[in-house]
């Protein structure tokens, strides 16, 4: 992958209805996106498998929703009033500004007047009512009495959540990758100081399962362990999961070890006890807690990186979306093998709905040829196309067409919903 493939991406996500720049009739807005039709079912779907895999099937986690915009106590007794910031210049000329560790000598890239001396600059957005979150960890921190008296939560046990989180990057960059406003998908586990290293190993080996379940390319994801001195400010040990974008190797997910930070200051600040009293011994403990945190936009970014395909089939060259199956926006298109034949058109329409009402995500396509039907849902990954054509009046069959081989096997209509299920799970 080189920037030339994203460009390529980029392009593709647009053309085909992923991504958008955000308010882009206004000239758009530097920093923001938007989702298309299919990049906000395949974020959905996501979300979904994040939420099914780390909460729904799991009795030790607990799902929160908090809001974005919380008070300065909140920020201050976290560290990010005074700690969540980056070293940026000023043009004396243009006044732009930009951050320090990505310009290169002492004039400005944009009109060369002189830079000057870096400064600290807090990436928070300040609002009437208070920040708007620049991590959606603090909600949860907040919220642990709560959980604790109202759940009977026993340690070990995590919150989580999946929400919008805004930081004012100085140089938002490289599509989805630096931007002003995304999504995270994050959850902090308590557990006992003695056994943190434990834990914090089970999530390592949990978060290389999220990587290959949601179909990201194992072989372009590393580890990083982030030395003392570059780790955020409450960390005791940081993890970056490290993917080749396009632009070069740069973080995808990390885990952290918080250690007890976050509630010891939030106690502090509040005067609320915030200690775990062990059912068993009645011992009374601040919790350490591990925190796995995963980046939607990133998230998307390193699918499509890791699903963009450029082949020949039958001699033509192709571009489609090698996605796994149960991320895909569209799972099965239906076709008529032509438009004009109403009888071809009603029975496809028929297969249509019967699909659409048991797996939703079914599309229904007569426009163009056959061949460009194909194409279509080949950009937006979609695993199987389901073609009704004249056999299909003497004995009840359909073709249907693998994405990825692009080889069609007949069907009985009556075994479709069985057979595509199948191949889901």
Request: charged share 30%; aromatic share 12%.
């Amino acid at each position: 992958m080189t920037e030339s493939s994203l460009e390529k991406i980029i392009s593709l996500a647009k053309r085909r209805g992923f991504v958008y720049p955000a308010s882009e009739i206004y000239g758009g807005l530097s920093g923001f996106w938007d989702l298309g039709p299919y990049g906000a079912e395949l974020a959905h779907n996501i979300k979904e498998l994040w939420w099914n895999m780390f909460v729904k099937s799991r009795a030790d986690v607990f799902g929160v929703a908090t809001t974005t915009i919380m008070p300065d106590a909140v920020w201050k007794a976290s560290g990010h009033l005074e700690g969540f910031a980056d070293p940026m210049v000023e043009c004396e000329e243009c006044k732009k500004r930009f951050r320090a560790d990505q310009i290169e000598g002492k004039k400005c890239p944009e009109c060369e007047g002189n830079l000057g001396s870096p400064r600290q600059f807090n990436l928070m957005f300040k609002t009437e009512g208070g920040y708007l979150r620049p991590e959606i960890a603090q909600g949860m921190f907040v919220n642990f009495k709560n959980v604790l008296d109202t759940m009977r939560a026993v340690l070990p046990f995590g919150l989580a959540q999946i929400g919008k989180a805004y930081r004012n990057e100085i140089a938002p960059r490289d599509f989805l990758f630096r931007v002003r406003e995304f999504d995270l998908m994050e959850f902090e586990y308590f557990v006992k100081e003695s056994e943190w290293e434990k834990h914090f190993e089970s999530w390592r080996k949990e978060m290389w399962l999220w990587i290959a379940s949601v179909g990201i390319d194992k072989n372009a994801v590393s580890e990083l362990e982030v030395p003392e001195g570059e780790r955020a400010h409450y960390s005791k040990r940081t993890i970056d999961f490290e993917f080749e974008y396009p632009f070069g190797k740069k973080e995808l997910y990390g885990l952290a070890y918080r250690a007890d930070y976050d509630l010891s200051r939030h106690m502090k600040e509040s005067g609320v006890d915030l200690r775990y009293t062990d059912p068993v011994s009645g011992e009374k403990f601040t919790p350490h807690v591990i925190e796995p945190t995963f980046g939607l936009g990133r998230t998307i970014l390193a699918i499509l990186t890791s699903a963009y395909t450029e082949d020949k089939l039958g001699g033509e060259p192709r571009t489609y979306l090698k996605l796994k199956p149960s991320i895909a926006p569209v799972k099965v298109a239906v076709f008529p093998l032509v438009k004009n034949k109403p009888a071809l058109v009603e029975s496809a329409r028929e297969i249509y709905k019967n699909l659409k009402k048991e797996f939703g995500a079914v599309e229904f396509d007569d426009n163009g040829n056959i061949g460009k039907r194909y194409r279509r849902q080949d950009e937006i990954g979609t695993p199987w196309c389901v073609t009704v054509d004249y056999q299909t009046f003497e004995d009840d069959t359909v073709t249907v067409r693998d994405r990825d081989t692009g080889e069609q096997i007949r069907r009985k209509i009556q075994e479709l919903g069985g057979r595509i299920k199948d191949m889901l799970s």
